[in-house]
């Protein structure tokens, strides 16, 4: 079955860490760049950050910029989320999604057409 | 940077056409996504580059994109459609993605 699992998910305290994961199947991961997008309770979906098919390519969005690293391992089928400094407004339910590409086959635009279902990250005293 | 904007809610009755807009300065000049997100659930791809369907998303759902706005038509609205839908654009610039803020589809 082709799909992605988070997890890694959990109560941490401001100012703490956390690492996801998100392990994929069904495709061959190494051929897919893989992002990470997040919902905040009673939000919208707001991009996280993504990386190339071999990491030699990495985008953050500004508001986790220098306090989360996005990386991969191809060989164990995985795409990692570290995350430090963490505050409150980072609270969300966190997804994997695997990128596509559009603009048919141009490659001038791209899109999610699979992703997985969520861990939680909830950051609290 | 890019704002991608869209009307927070729709509402339809059964039977009818419910059509959602997505806006953003040169957004005729992106290719845009669109994705549905029932309760509970991870989204779902319905509508990649501006118009096309992927398998398995019903012919009812149709887009469109032409100057400052794009537009996801649902015809012969049932009650299963209500979700939020999101639109999504790439900025080439960053290798960003984009998310509108969703618009809350009711049926009525």
């Known amino acids: 079955e082709v799909q992605l699992v988070e997890s890694g998910g959990g109560l941490v305290q401001p100012g703490r860490s956390l690492r996801l994961s998100c392990a994929a199947s069904?495709?061959?991961?190494?051929?897919?760049?893989v992002h990470w997008v997040r919902q905040a309770p009673g939000k919208g979906l707001e991009w996280v950050s993504g990386i190339s098919w071999n990491g030699g390519s990495i985008a953050y969005a500004d508001s986790v910029k220098g306090r989360f690293t996005i990386s991969r391992n191809n060989a164990r089928n995985s795409l990692y989320l570290q995350m430090d400094s963490l505050r409150a407004d980072d609270t969300a339910l966190y997804y994997c999604?695997?990128?596509?590409?559009?603009?048919?086959?141009?490659?001038?635009?791209?899109?999610?057409?699979?992703w997985g279902r969520g861990t939680l990250v909830t950051v609290s005293s | 940077s890019y704002v991608v904007t869209q009307p927070p809610s729709v509402s339809v009755a059964p039977g009818e056409t419910a059509r959602m807009t997505c806006g953003e300065n040169n957004i005729g000049y992106k290719s845009v996504h669109w994705y549905q997100q029932k309760p509970g659930q991870a989204p779902v791809l319905v509508v990649y580059d501006d118009s096309d369907r992927p398998s398995g998303i019903p012919g009812r759902f149709s887009g469109s994109n032409s100057g400052s706005t794009a537009t996801l038509t649902i015809s012969r609205v049932e009650a299963g459609d209500e979700a939020d839908y999101y639109c999504?654009?790439?900025?080439?610039?960053?290798?960003?993605?984009?998310f509108g803020g969703g618009t809350k589809l009711t049926v009525l």
């Open positions: 069904g495709f061959t991961f190494r051929d897919y760049a």
């Open positions: 999504q654009v790439w900025d080439s610039s960053t290798n960003h993605v984009l």
């Open positions: 999604a695997k990128l596509s590409c559009g603009g048919g086959g141009g490659c001038n635009t791209w899109y999610f057409d699979l």
